[in-house]
């Protein structure tokens, strides 16, 4: 019985445990994937951003040692750039255990081609016109299962329905035809 346990517990554990285990070259792989993709990029501020919070509590609290703060802050963010590099590892970590040696090579390949650039400099723009194309697209349909419901209730409801639904907007008239041009 307790053969069988651990038996069942290293079969489920199994995938979890070789999914936590990479490589050297895993990790290697998964850099130039994460390179590619600039998947890290957004964190280039992060050690700048914390300096200057700092920065500002401490001249607000001393204000007559701006000059200090200020150098001592910017000494101190220097001596720790250099742990940029534990975030780099653990972004290759993560794609390494979610990526396929394989799949990250593809993934580099693709990203670090023309089309894959294009990709990521163009895709923001791209995904806030497709998002103001939905937009439109669900107000349209909105209205038209609303107007499409309404109509067929009415057939099957009749009158009395009717009655009781709220004024749809009137239709516009068609434009008048404009006037031909005098001779």
Excluded: C, H
């Amino acid at each position: 019985m307790v053969a069988g346990a651990v038996i069942a517990a290293s079969l489920l554990a199994g995938p979890a445990a070789r999914a936590q285990d990479v490589t050297d070259a895993q990790i290697d792989t998964a850099r130039q994937a994460i390179t590619a993709l600039g998947v890290t990029n957004v964190f280039d501020n992060i050690l700048p951003n914390v300096a200057a919070r700092l920065k500002a509590q401490l001249i607000q609290a001393y204000p007559n040692l701006e000059d200090q703060i200020d150098k001592t802050v910017d000494q101190q963010a220097i001596a720790l750039a250099a742990r940029r590099g534990d975030l780099e590892k653990e972004a290759a970590t993560v794609y390494a255990k979610a990526f396929t040696q394989e799949e990250l090579k593809q993934i580099a390949a693709f990203f670090s081609s023309p089309a894959g650039k294009k990709l990521i400099k163009d895709q923001p723009v791209a995904n806030r016109e497709l998002g103001k194309s939905a937009d439109i697209w669900a107000a349209g349909v909105a209205r038209d299962l609303e107007k499409n419901t309404n109509d067929a209730l009415v057939k099957v409801a009749g009158a009395q329905l009717k009655a009781q639904m709220p004024a749809s907007e009137p239709t516009p008239a068609p434009a008048a035809p404009a006037p031909a041009p005098k001779p």
